[in-house]
């Protein structure tokens, strides 16, 4: 299995602002995904980047892959106090086995 | 409307009590899967199914138990819980492997 590994831990901005999360893995991919989690509750797929992709957009989210660096990268804009939440990146190693980091914990100030 | 429903939402139990927590989603996904998230750790994949009768260990199986008889269910059991399973407990469906798109509400466990 493959440990991603979020960073920061914990990122706290003001409305309005960008945030951006970064995320770094240990091994090969096939894809990596990104997630939120509103406090401990069910966690919402946001965005799947193939290992192939360089750049995906959806709506304010934007995801870069860099598989030289194993590292990802989510940014969200113009952030909102609803986007307050944890965020997971997650690695798919051409299998089942997949394995999610601890997290960033955002929190988007009004 | 498409979900993956979780029972219950939360266990108080005592050491050594057998019990179920319950997974049904109603997408006809092929692919089940079962996570433990505790702080600081993240979600850690407990077992994996691939199909009906078709099951297999993610990270951290010991002391855990599933079953695929039926595509819609993948039920997690715990023979002899222990304080160290405490946790809130996840459960995912997809369409394909690696896609996890759809999770459940969690199930907080707690064993004393």
């Known amino acids: 299995s493959q440990q991603g590994e979020e960073d920061p831990q914990a990122l706290s901005i003001q409305e309005g602002e960008n945030a951006t999360m970064n995320c770094s893995y240990k091994?090969?991919?096939?894809?990596l995904q990104w997630y939120r989690q509103n406090s401990g509750r069910g966690l919402v797929h946001l965005i799947l980047?193939?290992?192939?992709?360089r750049e995906k957009h959806s709506g304010r989210l934007r995801v870069t892959l860099d598989t030289s660096k194993k590292s990802s990268s989510l940014l969200i804009t113009a952030s909102r106090a609803a986007d307050t939440a944890s965020y997971f990146c997650?690695?798919?190693?051409?299998?089942?086995?997949?394995?999610f980091g601890p997290g960033t914990r955002l929190s988007v100030l009004p | 409307e498409a979900q993956v429903t979780q029972n219950p939402r939360y266990l108080i139990t005592v050491t050594g009590k057998k019990l179920t927590v319950t997974c049904s989603q109603n997408?006809?996904?092929?692919?089940m899967s079962w996570y433990r998230q505790d702080p600081g750790l993240g979600l850690r994949q407990i077992y994996y199914?691939?199909?009906?009768?078709?099951?297999d260990k993610g990270d951290v199986p010991e002391g855990y138990k599933v079953s695929r008889k039926e595509k819609r269910n993948f039920p997690l059991i715990l023979e002899s819980p222990s304080p160290n399973q405490t946790s809130l407990y996840f459960c995912?469906?997809?369409?394909?492997?690696?896609?996890?798109?759809?999770f459940g509400q969690g199930t907080r466990l707690t064993v004393v």
């Open positions: 995912a469906s997809s369409l394909s492997p690696g896609v996890w798109a759809f």
């Open positions: 091994t090969s991919i096939n894809n």
């Open positions: 980047i193939r290992s192939n992709e």
């Open positions: 997650a690695g798919d190693n051409y299998g089942q086995n997949f394995v």
């Open positions: 997408m006809n996904h092929e692919y």
């Open positions: 199914s691939m199909n009906v009768e078709v099951t």
